[in-house]
């Protein structure tokens, strides 16, 4: 009942959000977004997001976004299980998507790559 309560907020703080500015959505922030969409993601997920790698405009004025998320914490944490989610949004703000694109544990590297393979 929680995230009920909390979607009921979100959309009753979007809808004063219209008053104040005569009915007009104001465009929100890059800002406003990154909070957002990390809020969004944790709703749906249960998973807190513990960074943004990468934030991008889309064509249509949307937004697309890479959050790093701790899904299996273990000891030592080094060992825990990260994952990255591309999260989709609309010019809004508003999440349209997500999917997890990689899963790694925290304390490994990427691999590089060499020779172009």
């Known amino acids: 009942m929680a995230d009920t309560r909390?979607?009921?907020?979100?959309?009753?703080?979007?809808?004063?959000?219209?008053?104040?500015?005569?009915?007009?959505?104001?465009?929100?922030?890059?800002?406003?977004?990154?909070?957002?969409?990390?809020?969004?993601?944790?709703?749906?997920?249960g998973m807190s997001a513990e960074t943004v790698s990468s934030f991008e405009q889309t064509e249509d004025g949307g937004w697309t976004l890479e959050v790093e998320v701790l899904e299996l914490?273990?000891?030592?944490?080094?060992?825990?299980l990260m994952a990255s989610y591309q999260v989709d949004l609309d010019a809004d703000g508003q999440l349209t998507g997500y999917r997890r694109v990689r899963r790694y544990e925290r304390g490994r590297a990427d691999a590089h790559r060499q020779g172009g393979r």
């Open 73 to 80: 914490q273990r000891v030592p944490d080094t060992m825990s």
């Open 6 to 45: 909390n979607t009921q907020q979100s959309q009753s703080s979007q809808n004063s959000d219209k008053k104040e500015t005569g009915g007009v959505n104001k465009r929100p922030n890059p800002m406003e977004v990154l909070r957002h969409a990390r809020a969004q993601l944790a709703e749906l997920t």
